[in-house]
Every structure is written in C-alpha cells, then in structure tokens.
C-alpha cells in the first residue's frame, strides 16, 4: 500500500477480482441463451466484488499463492448475484435498480430472472468443483465446497430469507432480526473468509477465529445497508432507497435508533478487527477493507 492509497488499491482490485469472476461465466449461446444472457448481465453489471476479494484476501493472509482460490471467488460471486436477482422480484422486494441498472426481471422478466437466479445458484458448485483439478489437496477443496453449500442453503443465506420474506411487514424480535441478518447477510462473508483461511493452510483454533470475524463483519455491514437506505439516495447508492420503508421491513434502525445502530456498526467492526490482529501473518489492506465495509457510503 506504499505506491498507491486504499482507494486506488481497492479500484484496482475490485477490476482483477472481477475479471477472474468473469472469466468464469459460460459462454451465451445455445438454445438456452436468454437464461444465459440474464445470469451474464447480472454478474457483468459491477459491483465492489467484496466476497471473492475478502477470499482472496483471507486466503493471501494464511499465505495462499496458487490459483485453485479462483473458481471459489467466481463461485461466491455468482451466488452473490444469484440472491441480489431473487431479491429485487415483485414476490421479494419489487426492486426495479440494482448497481445503476436495470434489475434482471425489468430487462429479462419474471420468468427469466427466476431461471436465472437458478442458474447461478447451480453454475456456481459447477464452477467451485473446478478447483479440484488445480490443488493437490482436492480434500481441502471438497471440504470448501461442502462450506459453500452450507452457508448458501437452508442452514445459510437462504434460510435468512425464509425468515425475512415470512416476517415482511410484521414486528420481529430482536432476537429473530439477528438471526436473519447472520444467515441472510453474514453467512456469505462467512463462506468467503473461511474458504480463503482452509485453502490457504489454517488451523481449526484460527478457522473459528475467521468465522467469528466474518459474523461481526456481516452483522455490521447489514447495520450500515439499513442505515444507508434511509439516509443516502438512489444516485449514491445504484439501487432504491428507502426499500425497507416501502416494504414495512423492520430493521436494527427502527428496533435500535439511528444513533445506536451506528455506535453497534463501530463496536462489531472493531470486533472484527481484533480477531484479525490475533490471526497470523498481517494484511493491511484487508483491514483496510474491513474498516470501508463498515463505514461505507454506497
């Protein structure tokens, strides 16, 4: 980070990191191109690529410098995007913008967008099973894929969105909006930092270390998501604000107050921190990124 400041470092690795995630995506053609055109569009329409960078980053951290980490981060960011299409549906969030663009179902439509949230969702184990002819630990890869499934299904972000999609408009406890916030949100960090400490050679004592970073950091991060859809704008952000509002959500805001649930942003980001000062190796930029995630403005 000598050369160049954080914000030049992150642009310039959010453009690496996406060009491998895209150097992943099947090509479009066949009679089922129009699903693969939906499922090429929404991968291609940006983003910061913050879950195969925090792989990346975490697996660099353990010392990770093979190639096998990159059909993991095309992976993690096809189920990514595969939940940002789902969620922006008339039957979730009835969302219209997403990263500036028109959502995959405004250009593609209902049906479209569902088959293409499927594909991805599947695409991307198809495309994870490819590290295992890159490592000479295909265990460690099996075991990594295993952890993908997990956090991405019923016990993971999906099992979130149950519980978010089946409380929409009604009050939830805080102990119920916890639990969504940790499968919906943080249980993809989770995946992301947890693959990239197992294929990069940590420890089981240093792997609970990083799950437990991950959380605070997803909890936070989705503290600062509903701060941010009330107090930036749709210019700012690439997507609708004021979401939560339109679709009676509760959030920590309105369970919490604004004030609070910016000081909670501050204490679980530090939380976060401090297990990463107790892991081995040292990775400035990935505080760094961990400090902008929190305190982000888009």
Not at 28 to 35: F, L, R
Not at 118 to 130: F, N, P, Q, R, V
């Given at each position: 980070m000598r050369n160049m400041n954080f914000k030049e470092m992150f642009s310039a690795r959010t453009e690496e990191v996406g060009i491998v995630v895209e150097s992943y995506l099947p090509s479009?053609?066949?009679?089922?191109?129009?699903?693969l055109a939906a499922m090429d569009y929404s991968v291609r329409a940006g983003g910061k690529r913050l879950r195969p960078m925090l792989m990346e980053e975490t697996y660099r951290l353990f010392g990770g410098r093979g190639k096998e980490i990159q059909p993991f981060m095309a992976a993690i960011e096809m189920i990514h995007t595969s939940s940002l299409i789902h969620d922006d549906l008339p039957c979730m969030d009835n969302d219209t913008l997403r990263r500036g663009l028109p959502t995959a179902w405004v250009k593609f439509g209902y049906d479209m967008a569902v088959l293409a949230?499927?594909?991805?969702?599947?695409?991307?184990?198809?495309?994870?099973?490819?590290?295992?002819?890159?490592?000479?630990?295909?265990?460690?890869?099996a075991r990594c894929m295993g952890i993908l499934a997990q956090k991405t299904g019923i016990f993971g972000m999906i099992g979130g969105q149950t519980v978010d999609v089946e409380l929409a408009g009604k009050p939830i406890p805080k102990e119920k909006l916890d639990f969504i916030y940790r499968l919906k949100t943080g249980a993809l960090l989770e995946a992301s930092m947890m693959i990239g400490a197992i294929l990069g050679g940590g420890d089981e004592t240093q792997l609970k270390l990083v799950e437990k970073m991950a959380s605070c950091l997803g909890k936070a991060f989705q503290i600062q998501d509903d701060i941010l859809d009330l107090t930036s704008s749709e210019e700012v952000l690439g997507k609708s604000v004021l979401s939560d509002e339109k679709n009676h959500k509760t959030t920590y805001v309105t369970l919490e107050g604004m004030k609070k649930a910016k000081q909670d942003v501050e204490i679980m980001s530090e939380e976060?921190?401090?297990?990463?000062?107790?892991?081995?190796?040292?990775?400035?930029?990935?505080?760094?990124?961990?400090?902008?995630?929190?305190?982000r403005e888009k």
């Open positions: 479009v053609e066949g009679y089922q191109s129009t699903v949230g499927d594909g991805l969702l599947i695409y991307s184990m198809e495309t994870a099973a490819k590290a295992l002819s890159m490592t000479d630990r295909p265990d460690l890869v976060a921190i401090s297990c990463l000062h107790e892991l081995p190796g040292k990775n400035e930029f990935l505080e760094a990124l961990i400090r902008m995630l929190v305190n």
